[in-house]
């Protein structure tokens, strides 16, 4: 089970026959996000076989970084989970801060509007909550 686990295998062609090659598999490799290895797929030379490898061996550098980055990210947020409650929630906070700024907006128009038609003009708030409405949707 444990080396089911930490190792991999491929099958290369030498002299002729097929050969299965067993390698370890470090423990950061585990943290492959999707986004890098959809990016390396994407720019990847498919012309032939050995282009491809040789893009992968110009790359494992980059996508090794990558894996022990987010290794060192996931090993952070679990000894700091406040922090990783903002982290991992960051729509989240987006949302509420998009919320409250419109809230706060609202507040801003209605009393400038009311300011505004008890001394010499009348304006109602209407016109503000059309326009939140229209760029609200617009996204």
């Known amino acids: 089970m444990f080396f089911s686990k930490r190792s991999a295998h491929?099958?290369?062609?030498?002299?002729h026959s097929i050969?299965?090659?067993?390698?370890?598999v470090l423990p950061?490799?585990?943290?492959l996000p999707k986004?890098?290895?959809?990016?390396?797929?994407?720019?990847?030379?498919?012309?032939?076989?050995?282009?491809?490898?040789?893009?992968l061996?110009?790359?494992?550098?980059?996508?090794i970084e990558v894996c022990k980055h987010e290794l060192r990210l996931k090993l952070f947020f679990s000894r700091n989970k406040l922090i990783a409650i903002f982290a991992n929630f960051v729509n989240l906070w987006k949302d509420l801060a998009f919320i409250l700024v419109h809230k706060?907006?609202?507040?801003?128009?209605?009393?400038?509007?009311a300011r505004i038609s008890s001394s010499f003009l009348l304006i109602q708030p209407?016109?503000?909550?059309?326009?939140?409405?229209?760029v609200m949707t617009a996204d």
């Not at 491929?10 to 002299?15: A, G, K, L, N, S």
């Not at 050969?19 to 370890?24: R, Y």
């Not at 950061?28 to 943290?31: A, G, L, P, V, W």
């Open 10 to 15: 491929i099958e290369i062609v030498r002299d």
């Open 19 to 24: 050969e299965k090659v067993q390698f370890i």
């Open 28 to 31: 950061y490799m585990s943290e």
């Open 35 to 55: 986004e890098t290895k959809v990016e390396f797929n994407n720019k990847v030379n498919r012309s032939s076989p050995k282009t491809k490898v040789g893009d």
């Open 57 to 63: 061996v110009q790359h494992a550098d980059h996508i």
């Open 104 to 113: 706060v907006f609202l507040l801003l128009i209605s009393r400038t509007s």
């Open 126 to 134: 209407i016109p503000a909550l059309l326009l939140i409405q229209t």
